[in-house]
């Protein structure tokens, strides 16, 4: 089994709490994670593993032993369940582990019943510190970071990904309440790719799909939910410029991307005229999946002025501010350090880290010109 590194943050929170919520997308990894700490195992989408819990439900909420209950979103009823057993014996921690591949935005019973009670905390596909041979850490970029993806076995790519976009739009996403025909789904998950790093723009993709911008922003909700996008909210700090207020919004596996946009080889890739944004799409979900694996509380931001200057990633944590620009380029310039520096002056930013795919790094103080692969190995310590 593949070494995650959220697995001690997750022993970690069963030991401090009576249940945990681990979440994320689809086919990440969730129950192969799960069913290694051992424990009672059902799967909620079954109506046969449904009955099962209910038949054994008495004797599991009197055991010691962990109760691992996959895709829990299925079964509305389990959680009141849930909270009168929590209840019954709540000094009692590491009792239930809840999988869900919907966000707690859309697991409404999570907030309504749970509240209190669970902890939640969310798992990416395999970033790139978790892969142990050099050829599957060059493949993650093209292929994503599902285990069943490509990254670990490359024939895979692009196949996997349109299997699972196809079955995300026709069965999951409908069945989690997206009102949008699988058609339109797929129209959006298209425009979507084309749109990969770019302020969104919901007037704009409503009238290219004969839709409301309301509906879209709607739909929108659900794709973020699901785990296969991400809205990188605007920096609103005021430094005497006018700030563009729109969100950008990023496919958060580089591998459906690609697929949706019809690469299937690295070179197919960097020839592409979207390969930029792809980089710095993978840069910022490597980025905040590091942190979102050791535990670190964090909020993420985008920023840009209306006269076009951005950074690519602000992150603010622990009560400081930090700026990323990213550059796929292996010849990082002066200029380009003294950009980031100077509008990290502007926003009070301690450190500053130009991401880029240099062989070579270079510090001074906080701030970092460096490759992807180095500036995972050092952040978690700063």
Same mark, same amino acid.
Request: overall charge positive; glycine content about 8%; charged content about 15%.
């Given at each position: 089994m593949q070494t995650r590194a959220i697995s001690p943050l997750l022993r970690q929170r069963l030991a401090a709490y009576p249940a945990v919520a681990l979440v994320g997308p689809r086919q990440c990894g969730k129950t192969t994670l799960a069913r290694a700490l051992g424990g009672a195992y059902f799967d909620l989408e079954q109506p046969a593993e449904r009955l099962r819990l209910d038949v054994e439900w008495d004797r599991l909420a009197k055991a010691r032993e962990l109760v691992v209950l996959d895709e829990a979103h299925a079964w509305p009823e389990v959680f009141p369940r849930l909270r009168g057993a929590i209840d019954a014996k709540r000094k009692r921690n590491g009792r239930y582990l809840l999988l869900g591949s919907v966000s707690p935005a859309l697991m409404m019973q999570v907030s309504e019943s749970l509240a209190g009670r669970l902890s939640i905390i969310e798992l990416t596909p395999?970033?790139?510190?978790?892969?142990?041979?050099?050829?599957?850490?060059?493949?993650? $970029?093209?292929?994503?970071?599902?285990?069943?993806?490509?990254?670990?076995?490359?024939?895979?790519?692009?196949? $996997?990904?349109?299997?699972?976009?196809?079955?995300?739009?026709?069965?999951?996403?409908?069945?989690?309440?997206?009102?949008?025909?699988?058609?339109?789904?797929?129209? #959006?998950?298209?425009?979507?790719?084309?749109?990969?790093?770019?302020?969104?723009?919901?007037?704009?993709?409503?009238?290219?799909?004969?839709?409301?911008?309301?509906?879209?922003?709607?739909? #929108?909700?659900?794709?973020?939910?699901?785990?296969?996008?991400?809205?990188?909210?605007?920096?609103?700090?005021?430094?005497?410029?006018?700030?563009?207020?729109?969100?950008?919004?990023? $496919?958060?596996?580089?591998?459906?991307?690609?697929?949706?946009?019809?690469?299937?080889t690295r070179e197919n890739l960097l020839r592409h005229p979207r390969v930029g944004a792809s980089w710095e799409g993978f840069v910022i979900e490597q980025v905040l999946g590091c942190l979102t694996s050791r535990g670190k509380a964090h909020r993420a931001f985008s920023f840009r002025t209306s006269d076009q200057h951005e950074l690519d990633l602000l992150i603010e944590t622990a009560g400081e501010l930090w700026a990323f620009e990213i550059k #796929?380029?292996?010849?990082?310039?002066?200029?380009?350090?003294?950009?980031?520096?100077?509008?990290?002056?502007?926003?009070?930013?301690?450190?500053?880290?130009?991401?880029?795919?240099?062989?070579?790094?270079?510090?001074?103080?906080?701030?970092?010109?460096?490759?992807?692969?180095?500036?995972?190995?050092?952040?978690?310590?700063?």
């Open positions: 395999l970033l790139q510190g978790e892969l142990i041979k050099a050829a599957q850490r060059d493949r993650l $970029w093209l292929c994503g970071g599902f285990p069943d993806g490509g990254v670990l076995t490359p024939a895979r790519f692009p196949q $996997w990904q349109q299997d699972y976009l196809a079955l995300m739009t026709q069965r999951d996403l409908p069945a989690w309440g997206l009102p949008a025909k699988p058609q339109v789904t797929q129209r #959006l998950l298209h425009m979507l790719a084309t749109l990969h790093g770019q302020p969104w723009n919901a007037s704009l993709v409503a009238k290219g799909l004969g839709l409301t911008y309301h509906t879209v922003n709607g739909y #929108l909700d659900f794709l973020e939910g699901s785990y296969l996008l991400r809205r990188l909210p605007p920096w609103t700090a005021n430094i005497g410029k006018r700030i563009t207020k729109a969100p950008k919004v990023y $496919w958060r596996d580089s591998g459906l991307l690609h697929a949706t946009l019809g690469i299937a #796929l380029t292996t010849a990082p310039s002066p200029h380009d350090l003294a950009s980031l520096n100077k509008l990290a002056d502007a926003l009070g930013a301690r450190r500053r880290v130009l991401v880029t795919q240099a062989a070579a790094h270079v510090q001074g103080g906080t701030t970092l010109s460096c490759n992807l692969a180095h500036l995972l190995q050092v952040m978690p310590s700063w």
